[in-house]
């Protein structure tokens, strides 16, 4: 799972840094993902995994970090 | 108690080509995720045109979470609009959490100023916000007398 969120961020995130280079629990936000790069993770996600993000879900710390971002599909893939 | 008056300010800017990749790649439910109806009608006209307005609506929606400051579950995007007004200038409505939190913060009245240039679209956003004294954060603005001086 971790890969294909990664791939994601590597995509859509907007991130001025390598992906790999940013740990699991690494701020997304502080490594400069914007709020709209974060609506494009959002909706990609969806894409991958054939999941909808409740509006419960949206808020910032849900795509805050790969581990939140892991915990978040834990959840919904799960439910 | 004393009430008081108090200023928030929030800005963002967003790269218009990011939004027209969002919609090329999403697109209804990009725009419908994010965007209201009334927000979508009043972005019309060619591609370019219509992208640099959703983008200065996001940067509207982003500068306007700044300033409701959520301290967890942030507002749905649709729940902060904005409104085109005949005359042409626009305003900000909201509703559901968003309100909730405007409310919460003694936000009376907001005041946006949308603007593009380039492929870069920015808004500011402004709230008064009237709120018992302990509430209101003195330091962000600074009580001046007569001749604009700090007291």
């Not at chain 1, 894409?47 to 834990?74: N, W, Y």
């Not at chain 2, 729940?79 to 509703?95: F, I, K, P, Y």
Request: aromatic fraction near 6%; glycine fraction near 8%; charge should be negative.
């Amino acid at each position: 799972m971790d890969e294909r969120i990664r791939t994601i961020l590597r995509e859509y995130g907007q991130l001025p840094l390598e992906v790999d280079k940013i740990g699991d629990d690494d701020d997304l936000y502080q490594a400069g993902m914007t709020s709209h790069a974060s609506v494009n993770v959002m909706l990609a996600l969806e894409d991958e995994f054939d999941i909808e993000f409740p509006e419960a879900m949206l808020a910032k710390g849900t795509f805050e970090s790969v581990a939140a971002i892991r915990t978040a599909l834990g959840e919904l893939i799960g439910a | 108690m004393r009430t008081g008056t108090a200023l928030r300010v929030g800005a963002d800017v967003v790269v218009i080509h990011q939004v027209a990749e969002s919609v090329d790649r999403f697109g209804a439910r990009y725009l419908e995720r994010v965007y209201t109806e009334h927000e979508l009608r009043s972005c019309t006209g060619s591609p370019a045109s219509r992208n640099a307005s959703l983008a200065a609506r996001f940067a509207a929606k982003e500068a306007t979470i700044k300033v409701l400051r959520p301290r967890d579950h942030q507002p749905d995007w649709r729940s902060v609009e904005v409104r085109r007004d005949a005359g042409g200038w626009c305003t900000m409505a909201l509703t559901g959490h968003a309100a909730a939190l405007a409310d919460q913060a003694g936000i009376d009245e907001l005041a946006v100023s949308l603007t593009h240039e380039g492929d870069m679209a920015a808004a500011v956003v402004v709230a008064l916000c009237h709120a018992e004294d302990e509430t209101i954060d003195h330091g962000a603005l600074p009580a001046l007398d007569a001749f604009g001086r700090k007291n």
